[in-house]
């Protein structure tokens, strides 16, 4: 039968039963709502599923919001979710666990909850965030699992930041090598919580994720994590670019590394509190790599390149990706405006160039340029100086 609100609610009351005196205080169970429910979303509630069902201070149940949309099959993807419980979209062939819960309504996801996961992508989180202003419990916790920024006249906003700023709330991090599809099929990986100065926070977020297969660790460097999981999307168009222009398996790795130096540099120039020991977790360079070979941003840079930049991004995605979004063209965009704002262009050649590819003004071979006198990767240079 599928669940409802409701027969959750029944069964996971808080109202002490005749079976329990009434002098004995039930400790306070935590309820975890998931805020997103794409193709990384869905496999969170998944992880989180099987760890609520055997942690006490979690309430079973998960619920998942769903941005709703009609199947070609004339039916509602949340009540095709909550028949089969399966995302038939975003993640066919994958059962999320009984506990999982998808809701429709926004507000209705969040009533009560006291752990928010917020996992879509990220040029949605504003228009979110507006919406939940004065919905959430003001005792809830929150952790941001999304790749990307936000930048606004007075500068760059990490999505953790805007959760905490707009809804008042703590917001950790969880950011890693993290390819979905692979954890879905519980393949081992591992991944990085960022927090600020809550210990505790952390490693209760750290008991909602960890499985077997999937461990986590805890940083107390909450911009570094994000950034990293933000940044490592630009290198990823850059390495798709090499692929597609089948430069071979040296250059990727140079773009790596001149990436990854990128990385650092712009990270720490925007929060020097930025720990260098951050580039080694999981949400450092193991992402890079990750992402670099299999992700999504990989994939669709490779397809613009190979088709000389005549195809646009929205084109390929839309094709390629199926509803599923891309994060590292946008992403690009918004650090070209950091960049350009603060002077800072030429310190980080290959964010520049990753952008004026994807943008049209350089065609993809100008991702690695030789000239015929002094052979070099135009990307050297530039913030090797700083950092
Ligand atoms: N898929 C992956 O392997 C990983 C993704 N991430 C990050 O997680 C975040 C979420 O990505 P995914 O779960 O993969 O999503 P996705 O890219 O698979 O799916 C897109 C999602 O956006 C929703 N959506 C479409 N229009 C919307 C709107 N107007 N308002 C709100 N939602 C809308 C869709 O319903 C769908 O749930 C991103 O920041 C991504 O970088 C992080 C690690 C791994
Ligand atoms: O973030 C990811 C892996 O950690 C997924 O990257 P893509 O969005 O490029 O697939």
Known sequence: MAPTLESHQEKHSLVPTEAVPAQIEMPTRSRVTVVGSGNWGSVAAKLIASN???????HDE????????VLPCGQKLSEVIN???????????????????????????????????FVTPHQFMEGICRRLVGKISQNAQAISLIKGMEVK?????????????QLGINCCVLMGANIANEIAVEKFSEATVGYRDNKEIAETWVQLFNTNYFMVSAVQDVEGVELCGTLKNVVAIA??????????????????RIGLREMKAFSKLLFSSVK??????????????TTCLGGRNRKCADAFARNGGKRSFDELEAEMLQGQKLQGVSTAKEV????????????????????????????????????EHAPKLSLLGGSAQIY
């Not at 609520?52 to 979690?58: A, D, G, N, V, Y």
Request: proline fraction near 5%.
């Open 336 to 371: 070209h405006e950091v960049l350009s704002h603060r002077g800072w262009l030429e310190l980080f050649p290959l964010f520049t160039t990753v952008h004026e590819i994807c943008s049209g003004r350089l065609p993809p071979s100008a991702i690695v340029e030789y000239s």
């Open 153 to 165: 006249k007075e500068g760059p906003c990490m999505i953790s930041t805007l959760i905490q700023e």
């Open 52 to 58: 609520t069902l055997k942690l006490e201070s979690f």
């Open 276 to 289: 260098d020991s951050t580039f080694f977790e999981s949400c450092g360079v193991a992402d890079l790599i």
């Open 239 to 256: 390495a798709g670019f090499v692929d597609g222009l089948e430069m071979g398996n040296n250059t990727k790795a140079a773009i790596m």
């Open 83 to 117: 028949q089969t419980n399966e995302n038939v979209k975003y993640l066919p062939g994958i059962k999320l666990g009984q506990n999982v819960l998808a809701v429709p309504d926004l507000e209705n996801a969040v009533r009560d909850a006291t752990m928010l996961v």
């Open 62 to 69: 998960v619920r998942m919001w769903v941005f709703e949309e």
